[in-house]
């Protein structure tokens, strides 16, 4: 058997592990639950065993696992290993657990941004795969952001970069949760997808979302795509002012960074070609008519296992010896 | 005497030509006139004789020369040494000033847009110097950028990364050279900003600058800045957008490659420290309440000799051997 990597996705709900080969292919995964009430001493002691034992499930040696990778929400000291804090994990305050991790499995830790995480799995053997230059948005309740130059990730001078959803692309726009206002994020986020047509029907709009409005409480991104698909004409203007907020971004990460590709992630994702057509759609409607750009605008493909395929690979990448 | 370091700056009047020591000191300097309508090999040759009677008259061997740089625009295939064409200098269709300047002299050449070399330039020796993550600013008849993240240029996937002038943030705004609506430099660089100073007053608005216009047939941003000096209100308007659109591409920046320091340069620094403290006004107004931003906004230090260090200082970081 030749060297295997770990890769840990540490959420506030639920920890979890996969077992992959040299080539990034999945051998084993599970997940337990954080129980992060627990203290950071039990759960980063139930990683450890959680590791050993699909170890052993798998009838292969811990000495063949030449890393570990861990993505987790910040604020971090990521090259340092250390988690500062954690809105999902309120007992963990500037624990340093790679160190801790490290004592248990005796293995190199790696560490990173649960955005970073997913944006190296979808470039290293996802939807980036092939390219050196790449941008990863994921579209959720937030937007979060990872940027590949010339084959490694950005991450800034206080490891703060890639916070691509607080781009502000309509100054004095919107106000956003981050306190800015216009933040591309407050138009384009699945939350403020939705938010911006309950504003609409409150304010008088007509649309068939109003009737599940009034009945539900509440509406979400689903539920406009849904009624885009059955020709609501608020559902377009909604969604349109998504995929346009999204374009312009994208522009401006062409003029920036210059991806080759772009890469979509996130749960507002399952809208399909209706989001992802109106995107492409609007960034050759606003782009400059200097040069064809090469850019190209896709989806990811690694779905829900991208944070423990990230953490693998970004294991791989940094302590792998084949680097 | 130890290694020494040749920087060009290659423009479509001058070809200017610095020597610098191994400390990217400089020893002595020269400029001569292009003459592009000769044709490139006439070009390339006088570089060639220019760099050795600069070494002549220092009264040093063109043995102890490292490596040469040269900056000029592009559009250019940069990591193949190769202008595919160039404005200012018409003659010049793929002409590969590498291997040709390389085939005069013996040495290692290395090229960069001239933007990117100034931008170097500012990091190895000027403003940027001691940080490892900088973006820059050229604030000219349009807006030039670089970005220099862990330490290294960013090029992208085409060599056409950090055209930082064309970010939009004002989406279906003003009209830009590039073809784009609302890009930065569609209001604020120097030109932008005296235009968008002619059309208010054009459309009736008051100013001590209608004078001026109705006399000259023309303002510049330097006129604005006079303006705004002796209390001129329109004035104080226009700089005040400028300084708001570049705080606001401030701020995109540090959400994408997170700078540690942001340093302008070009023609309109000139206006001083009203023009810096009012993007920084900005900067703290519009920026995110989350956490207090380390970076640093300021102006470029190397004047017009940033093209020839850049240059240097980008030969001995690729080719000097304790890079």
């Not at 990872?146 to 100054?171: F, K, Q, R, T």
């Amino acid at each position: 058997m030749s060297e295997m990597f770990v890769g840990i996705d540490l959420g506030g709900t639920n920890i979890k592990i996969g077992l992959f080969d040299s080539a990034l292919e999945l051998i084993r995964k599970t997940s337990v639950s954080t129980q992060a009430d627990m203290g950071p001493d039990v759960v980063i002691g139930k990683m450890a065993e959680t590791v050993e034992r699909l170890l052993v499930d798998a009838d292969l040696p811990l000495a063949d696992v030449a890393a570990v990778g861990i993505g987790t929400p910040g604020p971090a000291n990521y090259s340092e290993g250390v988690i500062i804090k954690s809105t999902n994990m309120p007992t963990f305050k500037n624990v340093p657990i790679c160190q801790m991790l490290n004592e248990k499995l005796g293995k190199p830790i790696v560490f990173d941004n649960d955005a970073n995480v997913a944006c190296w799995g979808e470039y290293a053997v996802g939807a980036g795969k092939g390219v050196k230059d790449m941008v990863f948005f994921t579209l959720g309740t937030g937007i979060g952001g990872g940027i590949i130059s010339n084959g490694e990730l950005v991450h800034g001078c206080a490891e703060n970069a890639a916070e691509l959803g607080h781009m502000i692309i309509y100054p004095d726009g919107r106000k956003c949760n981050c306190g800015q206002r216009g933040c591309v994020e407050a138009y384009a986020s699945a939350d403020s997808t939705a938010r911006r047509a309950t504003e609409a029907i409150e304010a008088g709009a007509e649309s068939s979302l109003k009737k599940l409005l009034d009945e539900k409480g509440r509406i979400t991104s689903k539920d406009i795509y849904e009624h885009l698909a059955s020709g609501d004409k608020l559902a377009k203007e909604i969604a349109d002012g998504t995929a346009k907020a999204l374009a312009i971004t994208c522009i401006n990460m062409l003029h920036t960074t210059e991806p080759k590709r772009i890469v979509f992630a996130g749960g507002m994702i399952a809208a399909g070609d209706v989001l992802l057509n109106r995107i492409q759609d609007y960034f050759d409607e606003q782009i400059w008519t200097l040069k064809k750009e090469p850019v190209e605008i896709c989806f990811a493909t690694l779905g829900e296992d991208a944070g423990i395929i990230g953490a693998a690979a970004l294991a791989r990448h940094t302590k792998g010896p084949g680097r």
